[in-house]
Nanobody
Framework: QVRLVESGGGLVQPGGSLRLSCTAS????????MGWYRQAPGKQRELVAA???????DYAGSVKGRFTVSRDNAKNSLHLQMNSLRPEDTAVYYC????????????WGQGTQVTVSS
């Protein structure tokens, strides 16, 4: 069983910063992909940023240059530094782990609310 626990969401003014964290526990293979997704009201869940266990990253175009994803493999932790936040970044942010050998399973955290508003 794999469990993901997120922290760090909250209310911030436009132009501000927040840092999200996620810690994974359970049967986690050394080669995997972790990422952050978000879902705004009335919209589909979308990828924000992802990082492989080898350190390769991928970002949504709307957050490039503003968000930075990082991880600590030894601690099975994932982070998202969000700078220059905009009202359109408001959403529930979910931590994701793609984990497995022959079959890749998706695991999700419970989500953390990020609200960007003045």
């Amino acid at each position: 069983q794999v469990r993901l626990v997120e922290s760090g969401g909250g209310l911030v003014q436009p132009g501000g910063s927040l840092r999200l964290s996620c810690t994974a526990s359970g049967n986690i293979f050394s080669i995997n992909v972790m990422g952050w997704y978000r879902q705004a009201p009335g919209k589909q869940r979308e990828l924000v940023a992802a990082i492989t266990s080898g350190g390769s990253t991928d970002y949504a175009g709307s957050v490039k240059g503003r968000f930075t994803v990082s991880r600590d493999n030894a601690k099975n932790s994932l982070h998202l530094q969000m700078n220059s936040l905009r009202p359109e970044d408001t959403a529930v942010y979910y931590c994701n782990l793609k984990n497995g050998v022959r079959t890749i399973y998706d695991y999700w955290g419970q989500g953390t609310q990020v609200t960007v508003s003045s």
